[in-house]
């Protein structure tokens, strides 16, 4: 999953790429409103992490010209704790949830869990499909009960195609969402990590559309 972090302090956006990377998110940064504008307006991403105080182009003025150009990605914003009208006006622009500065990183990771859930329709951090369950927090796979050793590549693969069960999901957004920006998006790795999946998982669940791309089927059966 690729998400954005524009926060303008060096110090904080390094912990929370940092903290970001290490739970298996892929990550793109900026470090001031223009930018992070500029990057959420012309790159697909699972979520944002959205400072309000930001240099050139505040953190609302982002968000606002995000919602009226109809980019729906969830975005969690940073507030300064004492400033309670910031958090309403985020809310009102457009803010899917809010962290408090300072806050634990776990927390903000935590709210990052849970607004992927709700923008993919579910409750809990647990997928599972047939005989294969993926828990989300854990960054597990198992097949009837035997755990999956995956890369952070392979992870990220099943998890996208999981988390959009029933739907054919091209090549092209399989690259745009689980690569940063300056990932060469010509390789054929794709394909490569399908097949990889295919054999550790030792079961049809990654359906090839000819033509199209890879779909999960809710019914766990693949071809």
Known sequence: MRILIVEDDLDLNRQLTAACRDAG??????????????????????????????????????LEAWRRADRLVPVLLLTARDRWSDKVAGIDAGADDYVAKPFHMEEVLARLRALMRRAAGRASNEIEIGTVRLDVKAGRL???????????????????????????????????????QDFDRDSNTIEVFVGRLRKKMGIDLIETVRGLGYRISSTGEGR
């Open 25 to 62: 998110y892929v990550v793109d940064s900026a470090y001031d409103g223009e930018e992070g504008h500029f990057l959420g307006d012309t790159e697909p991403y699972d979520a944002v992490i959205l400072d309000i105080g930001l240099p050139k182009m505040d953190g609302l003025s982002v």
């Open 142 to 180: 198992t097949v009837a009960g035997n755990p999956i050793k995956l890369t952070s590549h392979e992870f990220r693969l099943i998890q996208y195609l999981m988390l959009h069960v029933d739907k054919v999901v091209s090549r092209t957004e399989l690259v745009e969402h689980l690569y940063d």
